[in-house]
Structure formats: structure tokens, C-alpha cells
């Protein structure tokens, strides 16, 4: 069991460009969920799937961020026009069906925008 | 304003020592109390989590007390060990979703020996 792979481990941007970041659940969970870490605001919920469907996307902002589960393995958070303030380390984790108490996070994208 | 709030902010003590780590929340829709430990360039982990019919929560070494009527909880590591030093949220959730979390700031924990 290789974990929640998340891809890349680092990304570096220039403001305005687009940031496409990937995750892979571990294999068999049902639930995937995208957390957003920083010195300022700490662990900040983004956003979730349960068995590939968007169920809440509150913690997302309402513009330039996207996410998307088009099969069971595999998320991507995309951020359009980035911004410095959306330097962060992006966190994917999963969940199972049997207990879904548990989160599985991943290593985390380290975004940084200049 | 934060829903779930740790102190002390930072913490030390000599091994062998008991630590003692503080949270507090707002909502009262939340009903699941997972602590999640996180090491230097690692991911968060699941440590010990409690709901509210009950009043404590034991792994070992680590427990946790819970006061749902102050809307308290405290994590206790007892024996403390170098290895324990890390950072320790808190986080609270309600029935519905579970792993969708609302985190504590953080309590960096830091054990001496």
C-alpha cells in the first residue's frame, strides 16, 4: 500500500499561470477530501468526493480554484491564475467506506507562487 | 472567528514528563474529536479521537478528556518520550462527514531528554 500519492511534491509558478495539482487515493477508499496548509491560516478544508461525486465544496474559493475526481483513482485540484497568496502545501487525503473516521493524507503539493 | 482554538501555542517538557494539551470549540453540531500529530516535513496522522458519550479516551500513553458541557478537551501524554515532539491538532467534525475537519491552530509540542 503505497498511501495517498500526491503529485508534484513541489510546484513553483509565476503569478497568473495555472496550477494543476494530482492525487491519488489509496486504492479502494471511497472518499477523497483536499486540505490547504499554511503558516497563517493552518489546516483549512477545501473541499471533498465521496465515491467520485463532489459533495461539498465550501472551503473552496469561488474563483480561480476547481476540483475534479473523473475516476476513483485519481483527484485534481486546478488554481487558475495563481496568486502568492495562494502559496500553500496542498493536502489530498482518503478515507474508507469500513472507517471513514480514519483521514490518509498524503505528502502534500508545496505550491509556492512568486 | 476559530471554531476550534489549542493552547498553550508551544509546549516543553523533560522526558518522562506529562503533557498536557488544551482545546476548545465553538459549535455544538460537532460530535467527533480526532487529534492528529504531525511531524517536521511530514503529513498530519491520526493519533486518538473521541465523541462525546464519552468522557475519556485512552491509547497508551496518550488520553484524552473530554468536558461537552464546557465544550473542552485536553490530550494527555503521559511519559513523554523525544519521539512524541511534534505538532498536535485538534480538529472537530460533525455526524454527517467526518473527515470533513475543522483544525485547531496547532500545539507545537517539543520533549527533552
Known amino acids: 500500500n503505497a498511501g495517498v500519492i500526491q503529485t508534484p511534491r513541489h510546484k513553483v509558478t509565476g503569478k497568473g499561470q495555472e496550477a494543476t495539482l494530482w492525487c491519488e487515493p489509496i486504492s479502494g477508499h471511497s472518499a477523497v477530501f483536499w486540505y490547504r496548509q499554511t503558516i497563517v491560516q493552518g489546516l483549512e478544508f477545501l473541499t471533498y468526493f465521496r465515491n467520485q461525486a463532489p459533495i461539498d465544496d465550501s472551503g473552496m474559493p469561488k474563483e480561480r480554484f476547481s476540483a475534479q475526481m473523473p475516476n476513483q483513482s485519481h483527484s485534481t485540484l486546478k488554481i487558475q491564475s495563481t496568486q502568492p497568496q495562494d502559496s500553500a502545501v496542498y493536502l489530498c487525503?482518503?478515507?474508507?467506506?469500513?472507517?471513514?473516521?480514519?483521514?490518509?493524507f498524503g505528502h502534500g503539493t508545496k505550491l509556492s507562487v512568486l | 472567528q476559530q471554531q476550534v482554538r489549542q493552547s498553550p501555542q508551544s509546549l516543553t517538557v523533560w522526558e518522562g514528563e506529562t503533557a498536557i494539551l488544551n482545546c476548545s470549540y465553538e459549535d455544538s453540531t460537532f460530535d467527533y474529536f480526532p487529534w492528529y500529530w504531525q511531524f517536521p516535513r511530514e503529513s498530519p496522522a491520526l493519533l486518538i479521537a473521541?465523541?462525546?458519550?464519552?468522557n475519556k479516551k485512552e491509547d497508551g500513553r496518550f488520553t484524552i478528556f473530554f468536558n461537552k458541557r464546557e465544550k473542552k478537551l485536553s490530550l494527555h501524554i503521559t511519559d513523554s518520550q523525544p519521539g512524541d515532539s511534534a505538532t498536535y491538532f485538534c480538529?472537530?467534525?460533525?455526524?454527517?462527514?467526518?473527515?470533513?475537519?475543522?483544525f485547531g491552530r496547532g500545539t507545537r509540542l517539543q520533549v527533552y531528554a
Open positions: 487525503a482518503s478515507s474508507s467506506r469500513d472507517n471513514n473516521e480514519r483521514l490518509f
Open positions: 480538529a472537530a467534525s460533525a455526524a454527517q462527514v467526518v473527515g470533513q475537519l475543522t
Open positions: 473521541i465523541r462525546p458519550v464519552s
